[in-house]
């Protein structure tokens, strides 16, 4: 069955930069859209983006557009979350989603297959 775990998160200042990634176990990647989604406690999740299986389309939320990028290595079977310009409003915890069907839109993900368990971003001031 497939699963996932997310890495790379951590303290970083205003203006710093981040790379998460989302490595996959149990089965391959190759097939599957991916997404990034973050949640901040006592609040409701909110989408990053998405990538499609290929890796040739993308998806971002306003709010990230220009500054995060995702990317993916089908042959590492890890999807990649590269996050510059951090801003203290992206603290959050940061969730990959594997799903079956991508969407040029939010929500940009369908047919949700796994979760990880997340990795908690922190942005300070």
């Known amino acids: 069955q497939l699963q996932v775990v997310e890495s790379g998160g951590g303290l970083v200042p205003a203006g710093g930069s981040l790379r998460l990634s989302c490595a996959a176990s149990?089965?391959?990647?190759?097939?599957?859209?991916v997404g990034w989604v973050r949640q901040v406690p006592g609040k409701e999740r909110e989408t990053v983006g998405c990538?499609?299986?290929?890796?040739?389309?993308?998806f971002y939320e306003d709010s990230v557009k220009g500054r995060f990028t995702i990317s993916r290595d089908n042959g590492k079977n890890t999807v990649y979350l590269q996050m510059n310009s951090l801003k203290p409003e992206d603290t959050a915890k940061y969730y990959c989603?594997?799903?079956?069907?991508?969407?040029?839109?939010?929500?940009?993900?369908?047919?949700?297959?796994?979760w990880g368990r997340g990795t908690l971003v922190t942005v300070s001031p």
């Open positions: 990538i499609s299986d290929s890796g040739g389309s993308t």
């Open positions: 989603v594997v799903g079956g069907i991508f969407w040029d839109k939010n929500p940009c993900l369908d047919a949700v297959e796994s």
């Open positions: 149990g089965s391959t990647l190759r097939t599957y859209a």
